[in-house]
């Protein structure tokens, strides 16, 4: 298969009951792929949407790291397999709402540009708060390919905007109250 390497996925919803969604997502996930491995999960936090139509609601946004050996194309093709088994239509206008929305953020040291397919590490990732702010609780010291700043430092260099945390990082377990 390859060399196990550390891949960043990034969560979100804000349609219906977003938990939910992200809770059957990752299950959904990892029925797929059994041999992915969860290393760590970041609290929930409630978010307003970015660059969305005047209709979306605010989005639950969160990051995980998991364990691949993989391709990452081949990663990314089963979360989009899983975004459109959770209601995600496949065409839609760029940032509508979404039922379910799973982005890969990095995989290891990859970097891919120009693939059609997907690009590591995310070509935004390093100026969305929604994104850095769950990646810094679990890996505040990662350096990203590309950078040559941590990302706590990336998070402290954008500007101030409101995310509240609305679960810690059991929320991917039943039967978690909110914080």
């Keep these: 298969?390859?060399?196990?390497?550390?891949?960043?996925l990034a969560?979100?919803?804000n349609v219906g009951d977003r938990l939910a969604h992200l809770r059957q997502?990752?299950?959904?996930?990892?029925?797929?792929?059994?041999?992915?491995?969860i290393l760590a999960v970041a609290p929930i936090y409630e978010t307003d949407p970015v660059d969305c139509t005047p209709d979306s609601g605010a989005?639950?946004?969160?990051?995980?790291?998991?364990?691949?050996?993989?391709?990452?194309?081949?990663?990314?093709?089963?979360?989009e397999a899983v975004e459109w088994a959770q209601g995600r239509p496949k065409q839609r206008p760029r940032n509508a709402p979404r039922v379910l929305d799973l982005d890969l953020l990095y995989a290891g040291d990859w970097v891919l540009r120009g693939d059609a397919e997907l690009e590591?590490?995310?070509?935004?990732?390093a100026e969305r708060r929604f994104v850095l702010e769950p990646l810094a609780?679990?890996?505040?010291?990662?350096?990203?390919?590309?950078?040559?700043?941590?990302?706590?430092?990336?998070?402290?260099?954008?500007p101030p905007e409101t995310l509240?945390?609305?679960?810690?990082?059991?929320w991917l377990a039943d039967g978690q109250d909110a914080v």
């Design 1 to 8: 298969m390859g060399a196990a390497r550390r891949v960043g």
């Design 120 to 125: 590591l590490p995310h070509p935004r990732l």
């Design 25 to 37: 997502g990752m299950a959904e996930l990892l029925l797929r792929l059994p041999q992915l491995k």
């Design 11 to 13: 969560l979100g919803s």
């Design 137 to 158: 609780a679990i890996r505040p010291d990662l350096v990203l390919p590309g950078q040559t700043r941590t990302v706590a430092q990336l998070l402290q260099g954008l």
């Design 59 to 79: 989005f639950y946004n969160t990051v995980m790291e998991v364990e691949w050996e993989g391709d990452p194309r081949e990663l990314r093709r089963h979360t």
């Design 164 to 170: 509240r945390q609305v679960w810690d990082e059991t």
